[in-house]
């Protein structure tokens, strides 16, 4: 099958090298050299711009970091919609807004372009692996249409509704991550203070009931190891709690809990910067208690 794939991010580029394994792929990047390099490296053919990628691609794949990334390549003579044919599938696996999701699909269906959303959850490991859950927004025709393209990187391609529904989800999923990251954050830090060892809180933690995927997964790979690798910018999982924020005043939840996490998230990459790392909040965290979470 030709294949576009838009966006050589970080969880991008492991997605469309299980793509380039498979079909005949096609690939754009806004920096063009990371593209160029991609070519060296997996069977594709670079694109020169959004058009000449679209253009005969029987589906189009896009992993930007936001909704308006992804509107701001449909237009103008380079754009999508200059090389989009009647009939192409578009799925886009950036974390996105369901309303302006919503928004693209009202102006891609006339056209008779299929749109629909496939946010994706697992990290960068997970893409490597081709382990990631994919989080399917768009009519069931869409989805079975959809499917054995996002299985190419996904392990659990699900469909949760019409267009728009994959990113809620998305938004939600990845709030609730957040908290979890304040949360074992503060708690731990508190501890370690006390003078339990970091490690040993976290061990009892994972045989305990306040387990989750940041304390059994992401404190000991790394915050205990004090590895801090760059995986997922804390930028990104800010716009995502703006966006579960939004999702939960559009269904009229109050949410108290989730917008303050939006709040410290928002807070948290002003002080840090847009290219810190979504675990870096937890350094902010040990230095206002002025203890280190080694282990
Ligand atoms: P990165 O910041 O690593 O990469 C972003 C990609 O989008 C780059 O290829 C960048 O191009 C391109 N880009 C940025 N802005 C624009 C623009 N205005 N027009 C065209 N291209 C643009 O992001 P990630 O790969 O980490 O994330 C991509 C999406 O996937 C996000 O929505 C994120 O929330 C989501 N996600 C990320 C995960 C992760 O672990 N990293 C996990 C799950 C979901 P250039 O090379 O020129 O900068």
């Not at 490690?199 to 304390?215: D, H, I, P, Q, Y």
């Amino acid at each position: 099958m030709r294949i576009a794939f838009l966006g050589l991010g970080a969880i991008g580029t492991p997605m469309a090298v299980h793509v380039a394994k498979q079909h005949e792929l096609t690939v754009w990047n806004r920096t063009g050299a990371k593209a160029t390099a991609f070519a060296a490296a997996h069977p594709c053919t670079v694109a020169a711009t959004p058009r000449e990628a679209a253009a005969g691609a029987e589906v189009i794949l896009t992993c930007l970091p936001t909704s308006s990334d992804v509107e701001g390549l449909l237009d103008g003579p380079d754009g999508l919609l200059a090389g989009m044919g009647r009939g192409a599938l578009f799925l886009d696996c950036t974390s996105g807004d369901p309303e302006a999701t919503r928004k693209i699909g009202a102006r891609l269906a006339p056209l008779g372009i299929d749109f629909a959303d496939a946010p994706v959850s697992g990290g960068t490991n997970g893409a490597e692996a081709g382990t990631l859950t994919v989080m399917v927004g768009g009519t069931d025709e869409q989805f079975q249409r959809a499917r054995p393209v996002l299985e190419c990187f996904g392990r659990r391609v699900e469909h949760m509704g019409p267009l728009g529904a994959g990113h809620a989800m998305k938004a939600v999923n990845n709030v609730l991550l957040a908290v979890n990251l304040f949360a074992v954050g503060e708690g731990l830090a508190a501890l370690a203070k006390s003078g339990i060892s970091a490690r040993k809180a976290v061990e009892v933690l994972n045989a305990s009931s306040g387990r989750s995927f940041v304390s059994e997964v992401l404190v000991p790979e790394r915050v205990l190891s004090r590895l801090w690798p760059l995986t997922f910018r804390l930028a990104l999982l800010d716009k995502d709690a703006r966006i579960a924020a939004g999702f939960l005043d559009a269904q009229g939840v109050a949410g108290p809990v989730l917008h303050l996490t939006s709040a410290l998230l928002g807070r948290a990459r002003a002080s840090l910067g847009e290219d810190a790392d979504y675990l870096a909040p937890i350094q902010l965290i040990e230095r206002e208690a002025g203890v280190e979470l080694r282990g």
